[in-house]
């Protein structure tokens, strides 16, 4: 039995058929479950030939009409999908840099039968001496890989380009009201540049705006209120 099967009968065990019933002619969960599957493909990005960094943070935004059916079973549906990906990234031999988190949100733009599904690869930064195993691994696996730093949350950059801003199509999401929807991008090369992308607030280092910069280790940039920190060891 393959994993979407297995997703399906253990849900439909979960809720006594509820799903099959409820769900005829909206958003199915296995449409969400295959989305998934799909999502960490797209966006698997080979470090070494060793190592595929996948997502491990999904945002699942639905319609408020098929928002209020799923509501009733979130935290069952929740559970399951997130099986799904780790059961999904063992089979293709993919990285996860952390824990794996879903959430289910409501969007009040999306029609019914209509779902987005958004995503990021985000690992804590390990402390000196932690026990944490999602810690270890991902501050394992980006050790030595360049990546922008929130806090204790680490971005790897992996990607040619990464985009960062406020909108549901970038690389790195930023809930931060200074933020365009697509307010900055980082360019991988010798060296890594970071360049704004016309945003309306500006992409400042050093508390002045810039256009585009040649990044260097502690580089700090200021995206309304969140700061990112680059990291290049």
């Known amino acids: 039995m393959g994993l979407l099967a297995r997703f399906e009968d253990s849900l439909d065990r979960m809720v006594n058929g509820a799903f099959a019933r409820a769900f005829k002619a909206e ?49 069952a549906l929740q559970g399951e999908l997130t099986n799904l ?41 390990a402390a000196k001496g ?27 950059l992996v ?11 970038v690389d790195i999401r930023i809930d931060d009201p200074g933020a365009s929807r697509n307010h900055c991008e980082i360019v991988m090369g010798s060296p890594l540049i970071v360049r704004d992308l016309n945003s309306t607030n500006g992409t400042m280092v050093d508390g ?4 585009d910069l040649a990044l260097t280790e502690g580089t700090a940039i200021q995206i309304g209120s969140t700061t990112l920190v680059f990291r290049s060891s």
């Open 85 to 125: 990906v780790k059961g999904y990234a063992t089979e293709q031999r993919y990285t996860l840099l952390g824990t794996v988190q879903i959430v289910i949100s409501q969007d009040d733009e999306l029609d019914t039968g209509i779902f987005r599904v958004r995503s990021e690869a985000r690992a804590e930064v």
């Open 130 to 156: 932690t026990t944490d195993l999602d810690n270890a691994v991902g501050a394992a696996v980006i050790a030595h890989q360049p990546r922008l730093e929130i806090g204790r949350t680490a971005y790897p």
């Open 208 to 211: 002045k705006r810039i256009t």
């Open 27 to 75: 958003v199915q969960p296995v449409e969400i479950a295959s989305a998934l599957q799909r999502e960490l493909d797209d966006r698997a990005a080979i470090i070494d030939r060793e190592r595929t960094i996948v997502p491990n943070i999904f945002h699942i935004e639905l319609s408020p009409h098929d928002y209020t059916r799923l509501a009733v079973f979130r935290d």
């Open 159 to 169: 990607r040619a380009i990464t985009r960062i801003g406020r909108g549901a199509d």
